[in-house]
C-alpha cells in the first residue's frame, strides 16, 4: 500500500489471529503479520480502526488483495 490507508474500518469480518491484547503491542502484532507494510501504513490502519488490532488486520488484509 503506497498510498497509505484509504478505506475505513468496517467490522464486516473477523481475522482469527488469537492474539492475546496483553500479550503483545498492537503495532507489533501487525508488523509481524505485514512484514513488508511500511509502519505508517500500519499506524494509519490502527488509527482508522480505533485501535483494533483484528479490524486493521482485515482492512490491510483487503487493501492486499487490491495489489
Known sequence: MTEGIEQS???SLTVSTE?????EDPLDYLKQLFPHTATKDLE?????????????AEL??????RD
Open 60 to 65: 490491510l488484509f483487503q487493501g492486499k488483495e
Open 19 to 23: 492474539v492475546n491484547s496483553d500479550q
Open 44 to 56: 494509519q490502519a490502527l488509527e482508522s480502526c480505533g485501535g483494533d488490532t483484528n479490524q486493521a
Open 9 to 11: 474500518c468496517t467490522p
